[in-house]
């Protein structure tokens, strides 16, 4: 090509070139501003440059410490931006010609994204962050190359200016939006809560058999209707109590942790829970009673109710008695010895034995208005689902976990719970057969799901187990299927399974 031409060239490939790089930095900022908005434990740059100093020679990798000192990481993270933006610009001069090259290189890059993710702890939200950022890259890419005219066409330029505008702003709030996050993370781990104990499983509540009787944290089941965990500064968190109340009373996290501890193992349950379902844990929580804190505000006569109120707008109604009958119904700050996660309503949430979580339970709690049952309709009352939320004589088999067992004498275990009555009895029935007691673990008192364990011969073949369980008042689990809508699941939890 002679000068003439490459010089009129050189303004078409620049075009080319911003497009392709302000397509590329639109996907990285999109990728960033979910992660963030995600809380995933890696961007996916990071987890590039993470990738490439655990696949790098060790020799390079000290190369690169004796070079940067500690500094490297940030070095590697810079190399890795610059080799993208070198990237990006690239796929957009090469889609000039090959306009499938631009969407086969957004398609590489985030495959190096999902790579790089899934070698680090918890990908799925860096997952869905790369899929967020690929999606971001292939709609802005469409639009800035539709009806492609010369250099000139000033549209061309303005879509640019616009997606490049778009772009900053999204990299300019995506920090911000993790930050908030990273800093309540921060004076979480920092908190020291006086009061707040260790849990130690009481002797034989743990048969050893199937999942643990105490539910670790990070498996606790998780509910609620955000988007993304509101973080609460624990500094800022403030109480209010009022309503149909005497006097009105407002708690700041200092004035709650001055109050009288009271801890307790207290099984949670959410009425979604179906039949054999996962959601269900039992933690150790520590907090300070509602009753002594209602008695205080001075409770009216004619309530009979407590609307609760989380910092992002979830409502839920509890019955007064719930709160005030005597049973632990806390508010927590600790949960299995540790304050609240984030995702589990740090730095403050309910607990009331004997109640579904929707009732009941709400996460970043920050309102309890005393009033009557007719005006406090929670969120999801007013989607169909019951105003009371007891929970329900349930029993589950976690043993066998898989299809085929060994024939011959075989432990079956699992757990049954009636939060706040309390489990009296257990039996199984292998093939529709006779029922069979189980025996039952010890539990510290009735607010606990309690696992028990059954021991049958089982020939070879295909077989049934179902369980059923009898509560503290003498009633027998019901065998009545019924879904969770409106007031929760009903029914034996059966499993099948081949003995070989
Ligand atoms: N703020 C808030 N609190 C909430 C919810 C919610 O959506 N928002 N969901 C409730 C439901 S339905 C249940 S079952 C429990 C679940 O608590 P967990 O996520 O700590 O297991 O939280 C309850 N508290
Ligand atoms: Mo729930």
């Known amino acids: 090509m002679d000068d003439l031409e490459a010089r009129r060239l050189a303004p078409v490939r620049a075009l080319w070139a911003a497009r392709g790089l302000v397509t590329g930095l639109l996907g990285l900022a999109t990728s960033w501003f979910v992660a963030d908005a995600l809380s995933a434990p890696a961007n996916p740059v990071d987890a590039v440059a993470s990738t490439v100093v655990a696949t790098i020679p060790g020799s390079w990798a000290r190369a690169g410490e004796q070079r940067f000192g500690t500094d490297d990481k940030h070095v590697l993270v810079l190399i890795v931006l610059a080799s993208l933006f070198a990237l990006f610009a690239l796929i957009g001069v090469l889609a000039r010609r090959r306009p499938a090259t631009a969407y086969v290189g957004w398609l590489v ?243 009331v034995p004997g109640l579904f979580g929707y009732v009941s339970a709400t996460k970043w709690v920050v309102d309890l208005e005393v009033t009557t049952m007719d005006r406090a309709v929670g969120f999801w009352i007013a989607r169909g689902w019951s105003a009371d939320g007891p929970v329900k004589l349930m029993s589950r088999i976690d043993r066998p976990s898989s299809d085929s067992i060994q024939a011959g004498s075989y432990t079956f275990a699992g757990v049954a719970w009636e939060q706040h009555t309390g489990i009296e009895a257990v039996e199984v029935s292998l093939d529709g057969g006779a029922w069979t007691g189980a025996e039952l673990a010890r539990v510290p008192d009735v607010d606990t799901w309690v696992q028990w364990k059954a021991t049958l011969d089982v020939t070879p073949g295909e077989h049934q187990i179902a369980v059923r369980a009898r509560d503290r008042n003498g009633t027998l689990q019901t065998a009545v299927r019924r879904d969770v809508v409106p007031d929760g699941a009903t029914g034996w939890d059966t499993v099948r399974f081949t003995a070989g």
């Open 109 to 351: 890059l985030s495959g190096i994204g999902v790579a790089a993710i899934a070698t680090q702890p918890g990908p799925a939200p860096g997952l869905v962050a790369i899929a967020a950022g690929l999606l971001a890259m292939l709609v802005a890419w469409a639009w800035l190359v539709r009806g492609h005219r010369p250099v000139t066409d000033r549209r061309a330029v303005l879509r640019l200016a616009v997606a490049a505008v778009g772009t900053g702003a999204l990299a300019a709030v995506a920090p911000a939006v993790g930050r908030a996050r990273r800093r309540v993370e921060h004076s979480r781990a920092g908190l020291a809560l006086a009061g707040v104990t260790a849990p130690v499983v009481p002797k034989g509540a743990d048969l050893g058999l199937a999942q643990p009787w105490q539910t670790p944290a990070d498996r606790f089941y998780k509910i609620d209707t955000t988007f993304s965990s509101p973080a609460v500064d624990p500094g800022t968190w403030q109480l209010r109590i009022h309503g149909m109340v005497d006097r009105e009373l407002t708690l700041t996290f200092a004035d709650l942790l001055a109050r009288h501890r009271t801890q307790a193992w207290i099984t949670l349950c959410c009425v979604s829970n179906p039949v054999g379902g996962q959601l269900i844990g039992n933690a150790w929580w520590s907090g300070v009673r509602i009753a002594p804190l209602l008695a205080e505000a001075g409770v009216q006569p004619g309530a009979d109710a407590v609307l609760q109120t989380s910092v992002d707008g979830w409502t839920c109604g509890t019955p007064l008695s719930a709160m005030t009958d005597g049973r632990d119904a806390m508010l927590a700050v600790a949960m299995n010895g540790a304050p609240l996660p984030i995702d589990h309503g740090f730095p403050v949430r309910t607990v």
